[in-house]
């Protein structure tokens, strides 16, 4: 899957990078984490990260089209 976010991307993105490439708000982002539907992780001071790979996945599973640009 080509969208922008191959090698030379971070392996980590935040929720706003994830909104912009689904076309959503940071707050479904964070909805979606809170139901346990798209994996994350919590930074000490509170952002989340999402792991690439599990974003693809969950893109995939789910059948967002997602928009491409810069992560």
Not at 32 to 43: D, M, Q, S, T, Y
Request: glycine residues 12%.
């Amino acid at each position: 899957m080509e969208i922008g976010l191959e090698k030379g991307y971070p392996l980590y993105l935040t929720t706003g990078v994830v909104a912009r490439h689904c076309g959503v708000s940071k707050v479904t982002v964070l909805r979606w984490i809170e139901k346990g539907n798209l994996v994350a992780f919590r930074l000490p001071g509170g952002q989340n990260r999402i792991h690439r790979d599990d974003f693809y996945a969950f893109a995939e599973k789910h059948k967002i089209p997602l928009r491409g640009g810069q992560a």
